[in-house]
Structures are given as C-alpha cells and as structure tokens.
C-alpha cells in the first residue's frame, strides 16, 4: 500500500528536482518519481539520462505503451517525466493533466509503490500545475525555497494555491543559497504561514560534481554529509504527520515580511 | 504615431520589470508600459505606488472605465497592469488575454504613444503569455537575461516561441548578475541564437535605492552613469532596425553550450 503520496513545489532553479532524486535515491522502498515540470529532468540523475517524456511520447505514438513512458532508476524507483507544450502555443499546466490521465489509464499507479513524489513547477500557479493538488494525486505538499526574495515570493504564492484548494502542507525544506540571515528568514517565513522547515539543505558542490555524471549525491558520494542529509529529510518526511493548510501572506505582508530581514 | 510597440520577456526576478521602468522613464516621448507579469509590480516606480490591477478590478467591478485601470505615471508615462489569476484555479496567460481586450475595448491605445512596452514572465512560455506577440499587440521582442543558467534556458524558450510565431527578435539585454564570464556567455549565446546584445546593463546598487523609494534610478539619480546606460538603452533600442526570427538551440545543444562556459 502507498505510504504516501507527496508533491514538491518551488521556483524554477531552486533546488526540486535535486532534492526529489535524492530524497528518492536515499528510500530504499519502492518509489515512483513523476517530474512534472516542463524542464524534465528531474529522472535524468535516477536514470541516467533524461528520458522522453509523456507529452512527446505521445505525439509521435499516441497508442504508446506504459513501457515507453516509465523507467526504471536507481535504488528500486521508476520515473516518468510530463514534459512541456510546444513553447508559444501549448499550455504547461494542460500537459500535467494530460501526462496524469495517461498514467492512470495505463495502471502505471498499479504496482502500490511505497511512495510517490510529483516534482511540480511553482512560479505559474495556475489551474494546470494544481492537477496533482487538485485531483488528489497527492496529500501533502512541500515547498522548497531559499531565503531569496523571488523564491519566497513564489513559496507564498504556492501557499496560496495550497488554501485556496484546501490542500495541506507538510513543510518548508530550505536549500541554500547562502544569503544573508537565510536560514533565520525561511524559518520565519515558515512560521507566518502556519508550517515549519522540515529540512535545510546546504549548498555542496557534491550536488554539481554527482549531477555531471547524471548520478544523485546518494549513488555518488553514498558516505557524505550531503548524502546523510538527504536520507535524514526523506526519513522525517515519512513520519511527519503535521500536515496543514497554510495561510499565506498577502503582498504587503510579504513585502513588510521580507523587508525586515535584509 | 506608435513609433515601436516592443515587449519585453525574461524569466522572473531577472530585472524585467526594472529594465522596463527606467527605459520609459528615461524615453521623453509618450510611452504606454503595460505589466503583463502576475507579480504586477512594473509600474509601480513609475507611479510611485502599485497601482490596482486589471484582473482585480474587472472582478469587483465588471463595468470599469479607463480612468480605473490606466494610471499617469514619471515623464509622459501611462500605465497599467493585467494581474495574474486567483493561485491555484486561473490560468495567468489567460489573465493576459483578458487584459488586452479591455484595454482595446476602453480605448486605451487611442491617444497613440509613440512607444508601447509589454513586460511578460517568460518562465512558462505558454498560449497566454504569448498573446502580446500573437496577437500583434507588440513587433519586436527583447529578452532580458543574465549569464545564469535558468536564466538563459528561459531565454532560450522564449526564443523558442518567438520562433515558433514567427515573430521578431530585435536583441538580447545582459542585466549582469556577476557571474562567471557573464558577457562573453550571454554574447555567445545572442549569437548562437542568431541576434545579438543591444544593451549591458550593470549590476548597482542605485537600483535597489531608488525601488526603495518607489522611482526608477531616472528620476532619483538622474546624473549616475546608470541612468546613463538606460538613457542609451532605449536610444539603442529605437534606432534598431535589426530584428530578426531567431533560431534557438535544442536542449541539447543548450546544455552543451552552456557547459562549455563554465
Ligand atoms: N544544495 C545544493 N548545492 C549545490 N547546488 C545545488 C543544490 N541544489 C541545487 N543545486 C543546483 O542548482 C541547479 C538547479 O537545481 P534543480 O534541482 O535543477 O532546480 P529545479 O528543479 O527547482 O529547477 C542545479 O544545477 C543544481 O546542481
Ligand atoms: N541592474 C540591477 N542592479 C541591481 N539590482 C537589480 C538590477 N536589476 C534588477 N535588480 C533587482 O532585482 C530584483 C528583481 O528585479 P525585477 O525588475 O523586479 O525583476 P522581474 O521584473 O524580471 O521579475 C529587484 O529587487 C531589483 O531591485
Ligand atoms: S492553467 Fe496554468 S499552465 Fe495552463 S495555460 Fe493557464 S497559466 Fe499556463
Ligand atoms: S494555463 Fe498557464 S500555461 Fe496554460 S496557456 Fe494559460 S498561462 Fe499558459
Ligand atoms: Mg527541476
Ligand atoms: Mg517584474
């Protein structure tokens, strides 16, 4: 049975999809990553390579097989990726429904994994990329950010995106961008919108030098710090049972919020 | 006579929105600046104060006039902002639609600027943020970036839909961050792309000072070499005849350039 069914938002660049693969790296039980950003790459570490993804895959062999869209990865997971709409014409969030639609009509959800992560882009949060909230393919959110301005900015309005669709938030994981009083401000901005960090991930550059070999820091650098911090995140998000709706600030809080820290 | 109606895109937080206001704050001649960005905050050093948003104000007041929506702003400025959708159910692009309408609708180009500036989030390049460009609203196109990577995987995408429109690229603008060979990258990749840099704006500090303030560096340092530079910005840009369809890069080949600069 699924133990849990989570999705990790945050701004582009911040830091998802490294923390996905290695967070699902360092679960030893059955993991089903599902990279819903139109970057798609967040298997490419698990699996080696990037893989296609469900939106081409499907325009060029619309009766395409479960086989061609999900593959295996590292440490007993499978990955899959949306993918993204033809830039200028397509809708993003569009291809998250479509890619999930096809998923469930394939039984790609049949094998009961012990987990499942969805890696979702959180700077638009429009109708589109809510799917996974919003259709119940998760249960909990966690959003990852730095202490930048445009990074809590995206956070908070992710957080909005959370209350407006009564969905709940598991926490705040912190990945560092070493800003001045980061992990003070991403702990109060935690606070004021009713969640808590449940990890803080230092910069490393094991992350870039795993990252060149199309490896997670876990299958690199299994022995690390890094690697460690990765296995003790994923470790408390499993028992984390303090999942809540947040309330977001609106944009003149932020800005005060913010303010007061630099 | 309009002049030149241009729009500018780039990925969020990459200096947008402040490019935009210092250009028309520097340009004498009247200019419409239109924020086409959810984060609705381009206008807001050229009015002193953010103004209220077309999408907001459609919503509590469905027969609004011109006066509601388009604000006087710094040296000959008028200005607006469509807005973004409720978090979590609208769809941001489609704000974008909707703003353009009314403002067709109430007359609002009819006074004739001789230049009208579109600020567009170039993250998601999807249907909706694509409507200045396809509707003809706007000829040419200019992509702010730095020489970081999300940032010119944006600028990449953004060409990617400019091509895809078969609209016109009339340069790349380098708003420096200070990274690493950031305008020798962002040079090599105008020209991979088949455009060119038209403008190099240096990281400073008068930037943040005068936001603080709620004005552009125009018109609280006007004699600085930054105001300098935009005043030369927006000179360069209106004599520029050179735009062009370009021709982005796959994925592939991005990713290789990109790690051939680092
Ligand atoms: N903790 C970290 N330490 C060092 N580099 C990091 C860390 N987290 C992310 N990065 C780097 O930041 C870049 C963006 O990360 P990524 O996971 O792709 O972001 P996202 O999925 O949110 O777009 C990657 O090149 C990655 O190597
Ligand atoms: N040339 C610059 N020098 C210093 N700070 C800058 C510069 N350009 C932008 N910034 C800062 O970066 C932040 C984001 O810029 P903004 O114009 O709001 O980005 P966007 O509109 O693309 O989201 C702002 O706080 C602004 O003060
Ligand atoms: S719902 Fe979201 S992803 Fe879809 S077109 Fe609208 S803004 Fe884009
Ligand atoms: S829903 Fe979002 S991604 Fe889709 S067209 Fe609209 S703005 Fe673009
Ligand atoms: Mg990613
Ligand atoms: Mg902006």
Not at 16 to 33: E, G, R, W
Not at 190 to 218: F, M
Not at 233 to 255: A, G, K, Q, S
């Amino acid at each position: 049975m699924t133990l849990k069914k989570i999705a990790i938002y945050g701004k582009g660049g911040i830091g998802k999809s490294t923390t996905v693969s290695n967070i699902a790296a360092a679960y030893d039980n059955s993991t089903f990553v599902i990279g819903c950003d139109p970057k798609a790459d967040t298997t490419r570490t698990l699996v080696g390579k990037r893989i296609p993804t469900i939106l081409d895959t499907m325009r060029d062999n619309p009766g395409c097989s479960k086989e061609d869209i999900v593959y295996d990865g590292y440490n007993n997971t499978i990955c899959t990726e949306s993918g993204g709409p033809e830039p200028g014409v397509g809708c993003a969030g569009r291809g998250v429904i479509v890619a999930m639609q096809l998923l469930d009509k394939l039984g790609a959800f049949d094998s009961d994994p012990d987990l499942v992560i969805y890696d979702v882009l959180g700077d638009v949060v429009c109708g589109g990329f809510s799917v996974p909230l919003r259709e119940d393919y998760a249960d909990e959110v966690y959003i990852v950010t730095s202490g930048e301005y445009m990074s809590l900015y995206a956070a908070n309005n992710i957080a909005k995106g959370i209350q407006k669709l009564e969905g709940k938030l598991g926490g705040i994981i912190c990945n560092c961008r070493n800003v001045e009083n980061e992990e003070e401000v991403v702990s109060a901005f935690a606070d004021k919108i009713g969640s808590k960090v449940i990890g803080i991930i230092p910069r490393s550059k094991l992350v870039q030098d795993s990252e060149y070999k199309a490896t997670t820091v876990i299958e690199s650098f299994p022995e690390s710090q890094q690697a460690e911090i990765y296995h003790k995140l994923i470790d408390d998000i499993m028992m984390n049972d303090d999942i809540r709706t947040p309330h977001p600030m609106d944009i003149d809080e932020f800005e005060e919020f913010f303010y007061s820290y630099v």
